[in-house]
């Protein structure tokens, strides 16, 4: 409500519009997530990603999971994640969180790419490494349904090893609606039967 969204407000008021900025991109982490994946995301080094996270988490913006843990792990509460998905395209944060937004689809997918080459060798190991992220992998799917992120003609090697983990990691139904938002995302070529992006 409007009492809720008043708060979320004033704990938005860092002392520095990086942060602000940091808070918006790293809204797109569906679940923990470590200092160097936070790193890639925000297109920063490790250190400067690690002070940024700790300015937050001294703002009681994000938490961090277990202080124990050889790496730690942050998490950012899901009412500041709302608000901060909330105001991303607002003029001030627009850039910032779409250039984060490709390096979040970037990474994951690249380390999907990775998984799927255990699918057929080593499933269990594969499994175990979709699933212990699954939140973010499924999310960077979600973005390549999206005409912006998709794109054929890719490497034929890759594109198999993405539909060969699609077809391992995700439900028939899930399945299904992903290859269908492909294929609308696709022509073939009358002229050299290849498969294109469909622009427009």
Do not use: W
């Given at each position: 409500g409007s009492g809720e969204k008043s708060v979320m407000h004033e704990m938005f008021r860092l002392p520095s519009?990086?942060?602000?900025?940091?808070?918006?991109?790293?809204?797109?982490?569906?679940?923990?997530?470590?200092?160097?994946?936070?790193?890639?995301?925000?297109?920063?080094?490790?250190?400067?990603?690690?002070?940024?996270?700790?300015?937050?988490?001294?703002?009681?913006?994000?938490?961090?999971q277990n202080r124990e843990a050889k790496e730690l792990m942050y998490d950012i509460h899901p009412l500041l994640k709302k608000y901060a998905e909330s105001i991303k395209?607002?003029?001030?944060?627009?850039?910032?969180?779409?250039?984060?937004?490709?390096?979040?689809?970037?990474?994951?997918?690249?380390?999907?790419?990775?998984?799927?080459?255990?699918?057929?060798?080593?499933?269990?190991?594969?499994?175990?490494?979709?699933?212990?992220?699954?939140?973010?992998?499924?999310?960077?799917?979600?973005?390549?349904?999206?005409?912006?992120?998709?794109s054929v003609p890719g490497k034929y090697h890759e594109n198999n090893l993405i539909v060969s983990l699609v077809n391992a990691m995700l439900s028939s139904r899930k399945r299904r609606e992903v290859f269908s938002s492909w294929a609308s995302l696709c022509r073939v070529d009358t002229e050299t039967g290849k498969q294109c992006h469909l622009i427009g």
């Open positions: 519009d990086i942060l602000k900025e940091s808070v918006v991109s790293i809204s797109l982490f569906c679940g923990p997530f470590s200092a160097a994946t936070a790193a890639v995301i925000l297109g920063i080094s490790l250190p400067e990603a690690v002070a940024q996270l700790e300015g937050l988490e001294t703002s009681a913006i994000i938490s961090v395209n607002d003029e001030q944060f627009v850039k910032s969180y779409r250039k984060a937004r490709k390096r979040f689809y970037d990474h994951f997918m690249s380390q999907m790419k990775m998984i799927a080459g255990f699918v057929d060798a080593n499933f269990v190991e594969a499994f175990n490494m979709f699933t212990s992220d699954d939140a973010n992998y499924k999310f960077a799917i979600e973005i390549s349904l999206e005409p912006e992120f998709f």
